[in-house]
């Protein structure tokens, strides 16, 4: 959600940090702000809006700062003003500030104390509670004063403080929000996420939970928050670059990040099959552990849930295991069952999504064997999990996920594939097409987004309707709960993903003669008369059909208005290219309509609070 970067070195960091903002752009926010450790203390910009206005606010001139914070907020206590914006000060605003996300939970109480104790805020939010906090409890001692906050505060956040006494020192400390430090030559950073200083440093360390670090120029140090011993930490190299965080020439990031999916797809799948056999040392099983499995259970939250929806279909049929899916947020309060012999797979493209890791935890502490899906090394959901499968993806900056879909379902199938090869629950023969014909979804991917479609004439047609309706059968649904989620999040059309088969149960009384209605009719053989069944109800409402079929499936224009191919593919692996379309369709409507559909309003990136 809120994005944090911190520089401490010997240059001007101003313009690093305002460069850093804009890379966490991406995770959605309503106002911004920096503060500069100058010669006479800290000064303060800040600004409601996006980062123009911060920008205009800080002006161009130069600042002898090389010592600063920055900070964009997505609102939760306190409106969206510029008194509410961070840094937040202390009561002598040029001695102390802090930077904070998440929420702090026992705020009130913290407040009321301080209150009495002579303290004067100044703005709504919870975070400002932490600065008062910090100042009360300052002797000379940053890292002290921090870990003894820290060791007061509940709930789930990350934070860094700076103060005018200590000219080349932040000092941040974490629980349950990310966050990690850039490691550079002579020069340091602090932030929410790694693609802040991306142009500057691929060595990373990731704090954990529990621990305050303490960042100059020199590098960082790690402290126990709980009795301030010293604390060890690896230094990762990430192999992402900052060219990632660009355009690379298209208009924006989501078209960026559509057109990226053949290589998210084939990195994600990668050099799994060997000699023949699926490896997944990421499962963390044995074979023998995953012959006498029982039940998966996969959780997960938006886009990342629709990925395991569909990961159930192949799961079941190549591995013969049952599968539940459920979301995370819902799941962690039914006092679910779970033993031994029952996998847990959370998915979280981000690894901080707040839900998922708390589903994770209680499952793990049930006694499932439990394994995340992320793309982010070293992200708190690795850290709550018995093993993790990684996916490939690279940053994704856009705030509505596209390539981290089709490499989610992507390792899911490769998650199948392993399960039906040591389950024996496939021929061979049958297997070994499965397995290459997933090998080849990236150049079925390029295919598709080289050729010609009539997505833009479509998207022109039906741009200014108030209303879409997406169905699907089989593996079918959850590429149009996927599809129409695109459309809301991005175009703000209200939307509708049903199953084909109970449209008759309530939503067929939305479809007249205005109704776009999307349908997903890629290879299903087993339901395919029933969803052309589907789309004769839907046509004699007079609503309009747009279909998205597989290549050669020329039946399908005699009950659609308008079908958007695809390239052939095994049934349950054209659910990655049926969603293609889908992505597009809603990208081009949004464009229409004028919207900026790399950051949707109301929305954020990674959804790091309940």
């Not at 998966?296 to 295991?321: N, S």
């Not at 994770?360 to 690795?382: D, E, F, P, W, Y």
């Not at 079918?476 to 149960?505: F, N, Q």
């Not at 069944?533 to 004699?540: G, M, P």
Request: hydrophobic residues 40%; charged residues 25%; proline residues 4%.
């Amino acid at each position: 959600m809120c994005g944090i970067i911190g520089y401490v070195g010997p240059r001007e960091c101003k313009p690093l940090l305002l460069h850093g903002l804009e890379r966490l752009e991406y995770r959605g926010y309503d106002s911004a702000g920096i503060a500069l450790l100058e010669e006479s203390g800290l000064t303060y910009t800040r600004a409601v809006g996006n980062l123009q206005h911060l920008r205009q606010r800080a002006g161009n001139g130069a600042s002898p700062a090389t010592t600063g914070l920055g900070h964009t907020r997505w609102a939760t206590h306190g409106g969206v003003t510029e008194a509410n914006a961070h840094p937040l000060a202390s009561e002598e605003p040029e001695k102390l500030a802090v930077v904070l996300n998440g929420i702090v939970e026992n705020y009130r109480e913290l407040r009321e104390r301080l209150t009495a104790q002579g303290h004067v805020f100044s703005s709504e939010t919870d975070a400002e509670t932490v600065t008062h906090l910090i100042e009360d409890h300052y002797e000379g001692d940053l890292v002290e004063a921090v870990r003894r906050a820290y060791n007061e505060l509940e709930g789930h956040y990350a934070l860094v403080a700076i103060h005018r006494d200590h000219p080349g020192l932040l000092v941040g400390a974490r629980h349950q929000c990310p966050m990690v430090v850039g490691l550079a030559a002579g020069e340091t950073y602090v932030a929410s996420n790694a693609a802040a200083f991306l142009r500057e440093t691929r060595e990373v360390q990731f704090p954990s939970d529990g621990e305050i670090v303490a960042v100059t120029p020199e590098g960082s140090s790690f402290y126990c928050a709980a009795d301030a011993s010293p604390v060890e930490h690896d230094v990762v190299e990430l192999d992402w670059d900052d060219e990632s965080a660009e355009k690379g020439g298209f208009e924006t990031f989501m078209l960026k990040e559509i057109h990226e999916q053949p290589d998210a797809v084939a990195e994600t799948i990668g050099d799994r099959l060997r000699k023949g056999r699926l490896e997944l040392e990421g499962l963390g099983m044995t074979d023998e552990e995953l012959k006498h499995l029982r039940r998966i259970v996969i959780l997960a939250a938006g886009t990342a849930y629709h990925a395991g929806v569909a990961a159930r279909y192949a799961i079941e049929e190549w591995g013969r295991v049952p599968v539940e899916h459920d979301i995370a947020s819902e799941w962690i309060y039914r006092n679910p069952v779970l033993d031994a012999d029952t996998l847990v797979i959370g998915i979280s493209q981000s690894g901080e999504t707040r839900d998922t890791i708390e589903a994770m935890k209680l499952a793990r502490s049930m006694g499932a064997h439990t394994v995340a899906i992320t793309n982010m090394m070293g992200s708190q959901i690795t850290r709550e999990v018995d093993s993790v499968l990684y996916t490939r993806c690279g940053i994704e900056m856009a705030v509505a996920a596209s390539k981290t879909f089709t490499a989610q379902l992507s390792l899911l199938f490769l998650v199948a594939m392993k399960l039906a090869q040591v389950r024996e629950t496939l021929p061979s023969g049958e297997l070994e097409y499965i397995v290459n014909a997933l090998y080849g979804l990236p150049d079925k991917i390029t295919q598709f987004l080289e050729g010609d479609h009539p997505i833009d004439e479509i998207a022109r047609k039906f741009h200014d309707r108030p209303f879409f309706l997406y169905l699907g059968r089989n593996i079918g649904l959850p590429v149009a709960l996927e599809g129409a989620l695109k459309l809301k999040e991005i175009s703000y059309i209200p939307t509708e993903a049903y199953s084909a088969g109970e449209m008759k149960h309530g939503p067929i009384a939305l479809l007249d003669e205005s109704t776009p209605v999307v349908v997903v009719a890629t290879r299903m053989e087993q339901v395919y008369e029933k969803l052309v069944s589907n789309i004769q109800e839907v046509r004699a409402r007079g609503a309009h059909v747009i279909a998205i079929a597989s290549d050669g499936n020329e039946d399908i224009q005699h009950h659609a208005d308008d079908v958007i191919y695809v390239p052939k593919a095994p049934a349950f692996l054209s659910a990655i290219l049926a969603v293609i379309p889908l992505q597009l369709l809603a990208y081009r409507i949004a464009r229409l309509r004028g919207l900026n559909v790399d950051q949707p309003r109301n929305l954020a990136k990674t959804v790091t609070v309940e």
